[in-house]
């Protein structure tokens, strides 16, 4: 929903119709953002895990690098679906 009011926010502020665009494209880093069942901040800091505005895990964090490692090693058919590997950034 939040994609599709975006562009169309950006075709009425272009003052374009649907018809003008050939084609649309994002890009995301893959940030995690942690939310209950209310859409409230989940805080996700082991040092303070109480601390709700720390709810998001970044793209970069590579704590889980052992994981990812032990993940690949095991060669499941499902890497394919990722490209033959996971990495710490797709927040294993």
Do not use: K, Y
Request: proline share 4%; glycine share 10%.
């Amino acid at each position: 929903a939040a994609v599709c009011n975006c562009v169309r926010g950006a075709l009425s502020a272009a003052g374009a119709t649907a018809d003008e665009v050939c084609g649309v494209a994002f890009d995301a880093t893959c940030s995690l953002v942690l939310l209950d069942s209310e859409g409230a901040p989940v805080g996700i800091d082991p040092t303070v895990p109480d601390e709700a505005r720390r709810n998001v895990i970044v793209w970069m964090d590579h704590r889980s690098e052992e994981q990812a490692a032990r993940i690949n090693r095991g060669g499941h058919a499902r890497l394919a679906n990722v490209g033959g590997a996971v990495s710490p950034e797709m927040e294993v």
